[in-house]
């Protein structure tokens, strides 16, 4: 059973890039048929999908967020991270990370859902 | 950008009953619809992907079912532990997946 779990700032000043990282425990980040994400909730925008990381260093992000996020996975230390630029009130939100299955890479992968979830995290944007 | 439409937004019910949630798409998402169940401060758990398959451990009164763009979401004697949030998620539309706005069941 893979466990992961959220950490990093709960509160973040406006225009700051924060870091959000996620550790995993009973399973490897370095699993070729894994993929590591992160998706976050707000009330205005309900749940959304922010992006993705694989063993391999692909990356693939909703295009909502492309030019502000970045992924990374940390085969060293077990976890993965997200960065987003730049933020405002609008990224208040609870952060999810996620873990799922997959076959391959990208748009031709074969998907299985988000078999794993994190509790979340709450990150407040506020000056 | 596929649209997911969750309804009904809350469900009362009593346990014992025969629930059902649907979650229609603005497109084709060929099948590639998972059901999450979410309790408040918990993490969220798979309960079916694909439309139909049940994940690892999920009791077999969760089942899953499409029709076209309409998903269906069945819960066959609900359990006391069955009251929660339950949202879908379409992974077909890649990198640009979404989310339903998710029904909350509730005891009636």
Known sequence: ?127 | EVVLTQSPATLSASPGERVTLSCRASQSVSNNIAWYQHKLGQAPSLLIFRASTRASGVPARFSGSASGTDFTLTINGLQSEDFAVYFCHQYDAWPLWTFGQGTKVDMK
């Open chain 1, 1 to 127: 059973q893979m466990f992961l779990q959220e950490s990093g700032p709960g509160l973040v000043r406006p225009s700051e890039t924060p870091s959000l990282t996620c550790t995993v425990s009973g399973g490897s980040v370095r699993s070729y048929d894994h993929y590591w994400g992160w998706v976050r909730q707000s009330p205005g925008k309900g749940l959304e999908w922010i992006g993705s990381g694989f063993y391999s260093g692909s990356t693939y992000y909703n295009p909502s967020f492309r030019s502000r996020v970045s992924i990374s996975v940390d085969t060293s230390r077990n976890k993965f991270s997200l960065e987003l630029e730049s933020v405002t009130a609008a990224d208040t939100a609870v952060y999810f990370c996620v873990c799922g299955r997959s076959y391959g890479y990208g748009s031709s992968a074969v998907y299985y859902g988000l078999g794993f979830w994190g509790r979340g995290i709450r990150v407040v944007v506020s000056s």
